[in-house]
C-alpha cells in the first residue's frame, strides 16, 4: 500500500457572509496545510485534508463603523479521490466533507465549527524516486443558516435540508511523498 503525504502553499480567495447585523468578509491571502491520500482500490484513494487561512475579517455593521479583526479559517476533511494516469502524470478530482473551523484570535474571540465540504481536481507530477509535485484547484464551501425539517402526510414522509454556503477558492501548490509499496 502506498500512501501519499504532501504538504503545500497556497492562494485562497476570499468569502463572505451577510448576517442579521452586517456583512462579514474574509479577504484573500495565502494559505498552507497538508493531505494524506490513502488507496482503497486501483484509482481510488481516501483522502483526509487540514488546510489553513490566516487572515484578516471585516465586519460592516449595518449600522455603525467597520471593525476588523484577525481570523483563521480551518478546513478538517475526509473525502475520496478518482485518479486518472497517463505515464508519471495523474489527473485526479477529489470530494471531501467533514467540517470548517473558525478561529477568532483575540481576548474575546472563540472557535466556531461549521459543516463544511470541497470539490477540487489537479494534477500529481512523479519525480525521481518517491517524491512529486501537486497543482490543485478546489471549491471550499462552508454551511451557514442551515436548517432541516421532517414531514409526514398521507403520500409518506420527506426530509428536507437547506442552508446558504460562504464559497472560497484555492490554488495550490505542493510536495508529495510516497510513503510504502512499490517505486
Not at 44 to 55: M, N, P, S, V
Amino acid at each position: 500500500m502506498e500512501i501519499e503525504l504532501s504538504g503545500g502553499y497556497g492562494y485562497q480567495f476570499g468569502g463572505a457572509e451577510s448576517t442579521q447585523q452586517g456583512n462579514l468578509t474574509v479577504p484573500s491571502s495565502g494559505s498552507y496545510g497538508f493531505t494524506l491520500d490513502i488507496p482503497v482500490r486501483q484509482n481510488a484513494r481516501i483522502e483526509l485534508l487540514w488546510w489553513r487561512q490566516d487572515t484578516q475579517a471585516e465586519f460592516q455593521p449595518f449600522i455603525g463603523s467597520p471593525t476588523a479583526f484577525d481570523i483563521a479559517v480551518e478546513y478538517w476533511q475526509l473525502g475520496g479521490m478518482t485518479e486518472f494516469p497517463q505515464g508519471n502524470v495523474v489527473s485526479y478530482v477529489v470530494l471531501t466533507l467533514g467540517t470548517t473551523r473558525l478561529v477568532g484570535k483575540g481576548n474575546e474571540s472563540g472557535d466556531e465549527f461549521r459543516f463544511g465540504g470541497t470539490l477540487g481536481g489537479g494534477v500529481k507530477i512523479a519525480g525521481q524516486g518517491a517524491v512529486g509535485i501537486r497543482l490543485e484547484a478546489r471549491l471550499l464551501l462552508t454551511a451557514r443558516n442551515t436548517g432541516s425539517g421532517f414531514w409526514c402526510g398521507t403520500g409518506g414522509c420527506a426530509i428536507g435540508v437547506v442552508g446558504n454556503p460562504i464559497a472560497q477558492g484555492v490554488l495550490s501548490g505542493s510536495v508529495f511523498v510516497k510513503v510504502g509499496g512499490p517505486r
